[in-house]
């Protein structure tokens, strides 16, 4: 079922080459310094969002935490109609930037 549906999405858009569907994701927990290195898959982790307008944008919640630490770090982003990252927000932790 899960596995149609990614199918079905990826046949709709122009098909880009393998391992460029995703980005990386890296963030630190700001009450224990942990860092966090995530893989997002740009295909099936992101959610539409249809704007009054007709277009559509995307956007990912995500929270992350690590083992033995009670903080739970919560990541905003939104991307636009080709899943560029538009703006990123965070809570509870920050974004590592090489
Ligand atoms: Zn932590």
């Not at 109609?81 to 703006?87: C, G």
């Amino acid at each position: 079922m899960f596995k149609k549906l990614v199918a079905k999405l990826l046949d709709k858009e122009n098909p880009q080459p393998a391992g460029s569907d995703g980005f990386f994701l890296d963030v630190r927990c700001t009450e224990c310094n942990a860092q966090f290195h995530l893989f997002i898959h740009k295909s099936w982790e992101l959610s539409q969002n249809f704007e009054k307008d007709g277009s559509v944008t995307y956007f990912l919640k995500k929270t992350i935490f690590g083992v033995g630490c009670p903080n739970r770090i919560h990541v905003e982003m939104t991307f636009d109609s080709n899943k560029n990252l538009i703006s990123q927000h965070i809570e509870n932790g920050e974004f590592i930037e090489d």
